[in-house]
């Protein structure tokens, strides 16, 4: 099982990024995923998730309105479009897989991490 996110970067106050996380080796559909995050001094934070049927999606509250959490069946994929970013949004991001089909909060419900990307708002 693998999961390989990508798309972070540097970016301006009120600006936008597209996160992608590419999964394989297990059948993707069949699990639910979520974003996490990290700052520095902080622990792990659910940012948002989504059941294996995209029938429901969590966002965490400071997130909510500006991130939307999507993904691809077809395509093994997860994204995550952040809109409106502010400097608290600076993180290292992950992707992780449920244990089952539908999301849970706590992190140890999630059994396969990426290495994460890094976003950084910042004027």
């Known amino acids: 099982e693998r999961l390989v996110e990508s798309g972070g970067g540097l970016v301006q106050p009120g600006g936008s990024l597209r996160l992608s996380c590419a999964a394989s080796?297990?059948?993707?559909?069949?699990?639910?995923m979520g974003w996490f995050r990290r700052a520095p001094g902080k622990a792990s934070e659910l940012v948002a998730a989504i059941n294996s049927d995209d029938d429901r999606t969590y966002y965490t509250d400071s997130v909510k309105g500006r991130f939307t959490i999507a993904r691809d069946n077809a395509l093994n994929t997860l994204y995550l479009e952040m809109n409106n970013l502010k400097p608290g949004d600076t993180a290292l991001y992950s992707c992780a897989k449920s244990q089952g089909q539908l999301f849970s909060r706590a992190p140890r419900s999630y059994g396969c991490w990426g290495r994460g990307t890094q976003v950084t708002v910042a004027s």
């Open positions: 080796g297990f059948n993707f559909n069949l699990y639910a």
